[in-house]
């Protein structure tokens, strides 16, 4: 498996993923899924942002997964705070793919300057609380029934990351 920046080839794949989980799971907390147009925005601004979308590739060159980050919030005194997302395909799971995909995204996200990454993980998603806490994540915040999927209430995990220990910016 290869971790690599995404290239506009690789946006149906990532379409491909990102519809299963809309679909099929409670990792996307819509019933609406995207169309080809609507990814190819999102990957456009996510570029244009400065923002990374990498995928891993097999040897064929076929997407496992996909991850990336983008702003927490809007106000500016989030700006040094990212929230990341991470898609597996489902036959690809327990293969190490979403932890690789995980490593890299910090790697990213140090080299950006990023203060603290934030994950968004329902509150049934075990295996992802599990992998963000083996990744040195602390579950810092759950807000019961906070959304609704498949006729049921979801509870919101929130998983953060302190990248660095630099001191806060001088100003506002």
Same mark, same amino acid.
């Given at each position: &498996?290869?971790?690599?920046?995404?290239?506009? !080839?690789?946006?149906?794949?990532?379409?491909?993923?990102y519809?299963?989980?809309?679909r099929?799971?409670?990792?996307?907390?819509?019933?609406c899924?995207?169309t080809? /147009?609507? $990814?190819?925005?999102? +990957?456009?601004a996510? !570029?244009?942002?400065?923002f990374?979308?990498?995928? @891993?590739?097999?040897?064929?060159?076929?997407?496992?997964?996909? @991850?990336?980050?983008?702003?927490? $919030?809007?106000?500016?005194?989030? $700006?040094?705070?990212?929230?990341?997302?991470?898609?597996?395909?489902?036959?690809?799971?327990?293969?190490? *793919?979403?932890?690789?995909? &995980? +490593? $890299? *995204?910090?790697?990213?996200?140090?080299?950006?300057? *990023?203060?603290?990454l934030?994950?968004?993980?329902?509150?049934?998603?075990?295996?992802? *609380?599990?992998?963000?806490?083996?990744?040195?994540? /602390?579950?810092?915040?759950?807000?019961p029934?906070?959304?609704? !999927?498949?006729?049921?209430?979801?509870?919101?995990?929130?998983?953060?990351k302190?990248?660095?220990?630099?001191?806060?910016?001088?100003?506002?």
């Amino acid at each position: &498996m290869h971790i690599r920046n995404a290239e506009a !080839k690789d946006i149906p794949s990532i379409l491909a993923l990102y519809n299963h989980a809309v679909r099929e799971t409670t990792a996307a907390w819509t019933g609406c899924e995207e169309t080809q /147009e609507d $990814r190819v925005a999102w +990957f456009e601004a996510r !570029k244009s942002q400065g923002f990374p979308v990498i995928v @891993a590739v097999d040897t064929q060159e076929r997407v496992a997964g996909f @991850a990336s980050y983008g702003p927490f $919030r809007s106000k500016e005194g989030y $700006r040094f705070t990212v929230e990341h997302t991470v898609y597996v395909d489902p036959s690809r799971h327990r293969q190490g *793919i979403g932890r690789n995909l &995980m +490593f $890299r *995204i910090l790697e990213i996200a140090e080299a950006d300057g *990023i203060h603290v990454l934030v994950g968004g993980v329902d509150g049934d998603n075990l295996a992802s *609380i599990r992998l963000h806490e083996a990744l040195g994540f /602390e579950v810092t915040g759950r807000l019961p029934q906070t959304g609704t !999927k498949f006729g049921r209430w979801l509870d919101l995990v929130f998983l953060t990351k302190v990248l660095s220990d630099t001191r806060a910016p001088e100003g506002r």
